[in-house]
């Protein structure tokens, strides 16, 4: 059975630091691009990070660049998010998820893999 | 950047009846890469539909998606209990993903 298990959120003060790691299991890890979705409380959903399967291709949402960091270990099926300079408006529930999509035919699958969230709060 | 408009903002319905959501696309689109979720309460997304109109696995046959072009359409007959969730367009994009802003459908 695919899974994707999300870690490492918390409570945290403006200014701080996190990492959130993904696990994933079921899948071949390796084969896709991986994302990072968040959802602050009581809103839609926005998209924040792109990973690439072998990582050389990387974007960012501008309300993110330069302070977070996506990166993967395709090795350990795992992909991460460090996060620094974090402000009031990046408390949010953090989801990864797998993207299938098909570069020959140009079609999108979707984000068809999703974990179950991690729950970040930046506070004082 | 493209962006995606979602209507209405809340629907209200009782069991039974048909609802019909619509996304709309700054530009045009190919129906390729339009896709929709349903999010329930305390729960992930959940992928209902891929190139505007095919079914992800799973999905029951009251959902389907329709449209072309910068409107499209997720329709369901005959709205069911666990069907009253908050649902979201996505397009694709080789340097960044949009969502709609989502529509709510509540039990009337």
């Known amino acids: 059975e695919v899974h994707l298990v999300e870690s490492g959120g918390g409570l945290v003060q403006p200014g701080g630091s996190l990492r959130l790691s993904c696990a994933a299991s079921?899948?071949?890890?390796?084969?896709?691009?991986m994302k990072w979705v968040r959802q602050a409380p009581g809103k839609g959903l926005e998209w924040i990070s792109s990973?690439?399967?072998?990582?050389?291709?990387?974007y960012y949402a501008d309300s993110v660049k330069g302070r977070f960091t996506v990166s993967r270990d395709n090795a350990k099926n795992s992909l991460f998010l460090q996060m620094s300079s974090l402000r009031d408006e990046d408390t949010a529930v953090y989801y990864c998820?797998?993207?299938?999509?098909?570069?020959?035919?140009?079609?999108?699958?979707?984000?068809?893999?999703w974990g179950q969230g991690t729950t970040v709060t930046v506070s004082s | 950047e493209i962006v995606l408009t979602q209507s209405p903002g809340t629907l209200s319905l009782s069991p039974g009846e048909r609802a019909t959501l619509s996304c709309r696309a700054s530009?045009?689109?190919?129906?390729?890469?339009l896709v929709w979720y349903q999010q329930k309460p305390g729960q992930a997304p959940r992928l209902l539909i891929h190139?505007?109109?095919s079914r992800a696995n799973g999905i029951p046959d009251r959902f389907s998606g329709s449209g072309s072009g910068t409107d499209f359409t997720l329709t369901i007959n005959r709205v069911e209990p666990e069907d009253f969730a908050v649902y979201y367009c996505?397009?694709?994009?080789?340097?960044?993903?949009?969502f709609g802003q989502g529509t709510k459908l509540e039990i009337k």
């Open positions: 998820a797998r993207e299938f999509y098909d570069f020959e035919s140009h079609y999108y699958y979707g984000l068809d893999v």
């Open positions: 079921g899948i071949i890890f390796s084969s896709y691009t």
């Open positions: 990973i690439s399967s072998s990582s050389s291709i990387i």
């Open positions: 530009q045009s689109i190919s129906s390729n890469i």
């Open positions: 190139g505007a109109s």
């Open positions: 996505q397009q694709y994009g080789s340097s960044r993903n949009t």
